[in-house]
């Protein structure tokens, strides 16, 4: 029933661990995005995948990857945690060549 | 980058109160959306307006894509508790292929009973 889901919803790790968080969109869209929002709940864009396709790369650290394995799911491995990268991710998706994007509930990233 | 003023950036009303924000660019858009983050939720897509000029509805919202494509507003009647939250306008920018939104620093809205 849920359209945009991630996995975890909390994750608590310390600096220095590897951590992936999974998206996984029912709604049939062709794009995916990573978004973070931080403390202040900014919300910035960090990755943007088409059909599989990176579309939109921000300036974020290479220690952040992300994989789409098909265009239903994008996953965001995070390498070397350091304590900025707390914060809370959200996944969204939308169609093709649209501005309409649909979020998930978040994964509250806590490095400590 | 492209940089949208969102305001105010908190209000306190009183339940049945009327209540508008608004979001303005240096910058065109071609679209303004308007979400709302409930606490500890992601933000949930309310209205999208596709059209200059365009005054568009959903139950006690209305929002508006002002005529310079520069901004945009948000009214909500009557307010109601459940209408507590961070409201987050986002736009569309005119030209670029790859459809990325930039989203305003939101207005956290309070409501007491």
């Known amino acids: 029933d849920t359209a945009v889901s991630q996995t975890p919803k909390y994750l608590v790790t310390q600096m220095g661990n590897d951590k992936s968080i999974k998206c996984e969109q029912n709604?049939?869209?062709?794009?995916m995005y990573w978004y973070k929002q931080d403390s202040k709940k900014f919300l910035k864009i960090m990755f943007s995948?088409?059909?599989?396709?990176?579309?939109i790369n921000e300036t974020v650290p290479n220690r952040f990857s992300p994989k789409s394995p098909d265009k239903a799911h994008l996953n965001l491995h995070i390498n070397s945690l350091e304590l900025g990268d707390s914060a809370v991710y959200f996944c969204?998706?939308?169609?093709?060549?649209?501005?309409?994007?649909?979020f998930g509930p978040g994964t509250r990233l806590t490095v400590t | 980058g492209q940089q949208l003023n969102q305001s105010p950036q908190s209000m306190f009303i009183q339940e049945g109160e009327d209540v508008s924000m608004n979001c303005t660019s240096s910058s065109i858009f071609n679209t303004w959306l308007w979400y709302k983050q409930d606490p500890g939720e992601g933000p949930v897509l309310l209205i999208a307006l596709y059209k200059a000029g365009e005054l568009t509805s959903n139950g006690r919202l209305t929002a508006q894509f002002g005529i310079t494509r520069k901004d945009s507003f948000l009214n909500i009647s009557a307010s109601i508790p459940s209408d507590v939250g961070i409201y987050f306008c986002?736009?569309?920018?005119?030209?670029?292929?790859?459809?990325?939104?930039?989203f305003g620093k939101g207005t956290l809205l309070t409501v007491n009973p």
């Open positions: 709604l049939g869209h062709d794009t």
């Open positions: 969204a998706s939308s169609h093709l060549q649209g501005y309409e994007q649909y």
């Open positions: 995948y088409n059909n599989k396709e990176l579309i």
């Open positions: 986002a736009g569309g920018p005119e030209g670029g292929s790859n459809y990325k939104l930039t």
